[in-house]
């Protein structure tokens, strides 16, 4: 989850970064993005053909630490290295991780009748939703970076109820906490973009693990509110 904003930034018309340079870092994140999902997709497909996901599902406390664990260090060692050339290589491994945590979400949904109709589907939503968000970005005079600290809040609050749901197994809880991230992530895909654009953030590695973390958590909530009111159990 994206918890490596800066906590102010200058306003719009007064960052030091200049148009080739803020150019340049955007076209850096979005090839970097796109090559971050390779690794996504092979760490999910290993998990789902080595029976990690399976694991998973049988033991949510301890995947859930795992993923902590491993998330939040793989983060912190990709902020610390961002600007060596080690970077790139631990973004890519933090990817993998990812996919790999995700394979239990996948294993679950293809298990269903349209399940791979389901995984489609919310990529083409997650597909709309950054397109839509890249444009807004790119265009608009507003400046949306001060809902960062409000949208953080709501980061923490939603991993909160998400662990407490670990213990509770309230279906509705986890169905609120699920429609609260698309939006959540939806608004900070927003801010993280519209960072790049207007020069905030000049570091390509940095901007390109915000936005992943957006699209990762708004995919993943998606895929499960889909899978609850679409899947065919059959």
């Given at each position: 989850?994206?918890?490596?904003?800066?906590?102010?930034?200058?306003?719009?018309?007064?960052?030091?970064?200049?148009?080739?340079?803020?150019?340049?870092?955007?076209?850096?994140?979005?090839?970097?993005?796109?090559?971050?999902?390779?690794?996504?997709?092979?760490?999910?497909?290993?998990?789902?053909?080595?029976?990690?996901?399976?694991?998973?599902?049988?033991?949510?406390?301890?995947?859930?630490?795992?993923?902590?664990?491993?998330?939040?260090?793989?983060?912190?060692?990709v902020e610390r290295n961002k600007n060596s050339s080690m970077g790139v290589p631990l973004l890519l491994g933090f990817t993998f991780f990812m996919g790999l945590m995700?394979?239990?979400?996948?294993?679950?949904?293809?298990?269903?009748?349209?399940?791979?109709?389901?995984?489609?589907?919310?990529?083409?939503?997650?597909?709309?939703?950054?397109?839509?968000?890249?444009?807004?970005?790119a265009t608009t005079k507003r400046d949306f970076t001060h809902l960062q600290k409000f949208l953080f809040v709501g980061v923490i609050l939603l991993i909160l109820a998400?662990?407490?749901?670990?213990?509770?197994?309230?279906?509705?809880?986890?169905?609120?906490?699920?429609?609260?991230?698309?939006?959540?992530?939806?608004?900070?895909?927003?801010?993280?973009?519209?960072?790049?654009?207007?020069?905030?953030?000049?570091?390509?590695?940095?901007?390109?693990?915000?936005?992943?973390?957006?699209?990762?958590?708004?995919?993943?909530?998606?895929?499960?509110?889909?899978?609850?009111?679409?899947?065919?159990?059959?």
């Open positions: 989850m994206s918890d490596f904003h800066p906590s102010s930034l200058p306003r719009e018309g007064m960052y030091p970064a200049g148009a080739a340079a803020r150019n340049r870092v955007l076209r850096n994140t979005y090839w970097l993005l796109a090559l971050s999902l390779i690794p996504t997709v092979l760490g999910a497909a290993l998990g789902l053909t080595s029976g990690v996901n399976q694991f998973m599902a049988a033991s949510p406390g301890t995947s859930t630490i795992i993923f902590l664990v491993g998330a939040f260090g793989l983060m912190f060692l995700l394979s239990r979400l996948l294993g679950h949904v293809l298990g269903m009748g349209n399940g791979a109709q389901l995984v489609m589907l919310a990529f083409g939503g997650t597909a709309a939703v950054f397109g839509v968000m890249s444009s807004v970005a998400s662990l407490a749901n670990i213990f509770l197994q309230i279906p509705a809880l986890m169905l609120t906490v699920s429609v609260l991230a698309v939006g959540i992530f939806s608004a900070f895909l927003l801010v993280d973009l519209q960072r790049v654009v207007q020069g905030g953030e000049t570091n390509y590695i940095s901007a390109t693990l915000a936005v992943y973390l957006d699209l990762y958590n708004i995919f993943a909530n998606l895929l499960m509110l889909l899978g609850t009111f679409g899947g065919d159990r059959e």
